[in-house]
């Protein structure tokens, strides 16, 4: 074959026409093979094979993330990443290149934000993420609000769980923010939202309960000025993660697992390199954090959240609530959580920490399987006895005592 790439290349280099026929006598192939490779210039055209990657197997899930709404190449390679490992899927650099190659394709929203820097510990950027929506995969729908807090300094982030957007619920998730981050900035940063401002001809006036908790906090609330340079860029820049939740649409088993993805994202968030500071938001708040003052009195601060109930755990696991009793895990016996009820579901707290989620109804028991089975191992030394078949009878035994 070599022979007669190179003699074709004298006769091209020569100018001159070879005889195909003679050519084919000669070398034992087909005169139109021989011309074809006087077409191309007296080289065998090589078909070029795409090479094989460790994301093909995945190739149809990535198209169908992709397709979803607002979701992002990083959200999808996280997506991969959280249910395949990295070691399977391979580098964020791969990812990006694969779906590049392949021509497989995302719309991309650029929103342009004016930067305001500002000193360690003086600013907390607030916004609510709202009207949000998921997907279980058996269909159910969670409509829910995220309050999203940015330190202006380190970048340092923090989204909050809630189902509306009261006052209440403003002061709420202040509060869990404030006391996950263990001190108070020189001020708030927000919008003039409902929650905080009440707006009459043009005239803007914080609510009572707001102004209330400045002067006992010591933290101002400063509302954002219209079309103002001074704006809440980073902590709405620190939002378009949240599109990272819409590749789990459609995945999650309930709500508890959503907050667990939210709990999964506020990690993300801080450890991802900020593209300003070119630092992960998480190093610069261990020396903003420094900056900020103490916390307000604990009581003080559980004061201004309506309707939360403080209880100790007892041995049995049931709090409770309106006469009916509520499971959390053994972990918090005789330990003080927070009971706060939401619309037609009971959230309990430690500290910031969601420990689970019930339903309120008018059953005396409400037992978690899972609470209940771990309370039993722990209990019952016997490991030759079935436990999730004697979880699964007293849990019949006691729906039927305490039933409606």
């Given at each position: 074959?070599?022979?007669?790439?190179?003699?074709?290349?004298?006769?091209?280099?020569?100018?001159?026409?070879?005889?195909?026929?003679?050519?084919?006598?000669?070398?034992?192939?087909?005169?139109?093979?021989?011309?074809?490779?006087?077409?191309?210039?007296?080289?065998?055209?090589?078909?070029?094979?795409?090479?094989?990657?460790?994301?093909?197997?995945?190739?149809?899930?990535?198209?169908?993330?992709l397709e979803k709404p607002?979701?992002?190449?990083?959200?999808?390679?996280?997506?991969?990443?959280?249910?395949?490992?990295?070691?399977?899927?391979?580098?964020?650099?791969?990812?990006?290149?694969?779906?590049?190659?392949?021509?497989?394709?995302?719309?991309?929203?650029?929103?342009?934000?004016?930067?305001?820097e500002t000193k360690p510990?003086?600013?907390?950027?607030?916004?609510?993420?709202?009207?949000?929506?998921?997907?279980?995969?058996?269909?159910?729908?969670?409509?829910?609000?995220?309050?999203?807090?940015?330190?202006?300094?380190?970048?340092?982030?923090?989204?909050?769980?809630?189902?509306?957007?009261?006052?209440?619920?403003?002061?709420?998730?202040?509060?869990?923010?404030?006391?996950?981050?263990?001190?108070?900035?020189?001020?708030?940063?927000?919008?003039?939202?409902?929650?905080?401002?009440?707006?009459?001809?043009?005239?803007?006036?914080?609510?009572?309960?707001?102004?209330?908790?400045?002067?006992?906090?010591?933290?101002k609330i400063k509302l954002?000025?219209?079309?103002?340079?001074?704006?809440?860029?980073?902590?709405?820049?620190?939002?378009?993660?949240?599109?990272?939740?819409?590749?789990?649409?459609?995945?999650?088993?309930?709500?508890?697992?959503?907050?667990?993805?939210?709990?999964?994202?506020?990690?993300?968030?801080?450890?991802?390199?900020?593209?300003?500071?070119?630092?992960?938001?998480?190093?610069?708040?261990?020396?903003?954090?420094?900056?900020?003052?103490?916390?307000?009195?604990?009581?003080?601060?559980?004061?201004?959240?309506?309707?939360?109930?403080?209880?100790?755990?007892?041995?049995?696991?049931?709090?409770?609530?309106?006469?009916?009793?509520?499971?959390?895990?053994?972990?918090?016996?005789?330990?003080?959580?927070?009971?706060?009820?939401?619309?037609?579901?009971?959230?309990?707290?430690?500290?910031?920490?969601?420990?689970?989620?019930?339903?309120?109804?008018?059953?005396?028991?409400?037992?978690?399987?899972?609470?209940?089975?771990?309370?039993?191992?722990?209990?019952?030394?016997?490991?030759?006895?079935?436990?999730?078949?004697?979880?699964?009878?007293?849990?019949?035994?006691?729906?039927?005592?305490?039933?409606?």
């Amino acid at each position: 074959m070599n022979n007669l790439q190179g003699e074709l290349l004298i006769y091209q280099h020569m100018n001159m026409k070879p005889n195909f026929s003679e050519l084919a006598r000669i070398y034992g192939l087909d005169r139109h093979t021989i011309s074809n490779y006087w077409k191309q210039g007296g080289i065998k055209k090589v078909k070029e094979r795409k090479k094989r990657s460790c994301l093909d197997p995945y190739q149809e899930e990535i198209k169908r993330l992709l397709e979803k709404p607002g979701v992002s190449k990083k959200a999808a390679y996280e997506y991969l990443k959280d249910h395949y490992g990295q070691e399977s899927i391979g580098s964020y650099h791969n990812f990006r290149s694969y779906t590049i190659t392949r021509d497989i394709k995302v719309h991309k929203i650029v929103t342009p934000h004016v930067r305001y820097e500002t000193k360690p510990g003086n600013q907390l950027q607030v916004d609510w993420k709202e009207n949000l929506k998921m997907t279980t995969k058996y269909g159910e729908i969670i409509d829910f609000h995220l309050m999203s807090s940015t330190l202006g300094y380190s970048r340092y982030h923090l989204f909050i769980y809630s189902k509306s957007k009261t006052t209440e619920d403003f002061l709420r998730c202040t509060i869990d923010t404030l006391n996950h981050l263990g001190g108070t900035p020189h001020h708030i940063l927000t919008d003039n939202m409902s929650a905080v401002v009440s707006i009459t001809n043009g005239t803007r006036k914080k609510h009572s309960k707001i102004q209330q908790f400045e002067k006992d906090t010591n933290m101002k609330i400063k509302l954002c000025k219209v079309r103002s340079p001074e704006t809440k860029g980073k902590d709405e820049s620190a939002n378009r993660f949240v599109n990272w939740l819409k590749a789990y649409d459609g995945e999650i088993e309930d709500e508890k697992e959503l907050m667990d993805l939210i709990e999964q994202l506020n990690q993300k968030v801080n450890q991802e390199i900020n593209q300003t500071t070119k630092i992960p938001p998480y190093v610069l708040f261990q020396k903003e954090k420094e900056y900020l003052n103490p916390l307000p009195n604990k009581v003080l601060l559980d004061s201004y959240v309506d309707e939360v109930i403080t209880q100790t755990v007892p041995p049995t696991l049931l709090v409770t609530y309106k006469g009916s009793g509520y499971s959390v895990p053994i972990k918090f016996i005789h330990k003080r959580i927070k009971i706060i009820p939401i619309k037609n579901k009971l959230y309990l707290y430690y500290n910031t920490e969601l420990i689970t989620v019930h339903e309120i109804n008018r059953n005396r028991f409400h037992y978690k399987t899972d609470h209940y089975q771990e309370a039993l191992r722990q209990s019952i030394h016997n490991k030759e006895l079935d436990i999730e078949m004697i979880a699964k009878e007293n849990l019949a035994l006691l729906e039927k005592l305490g039933g409606k």
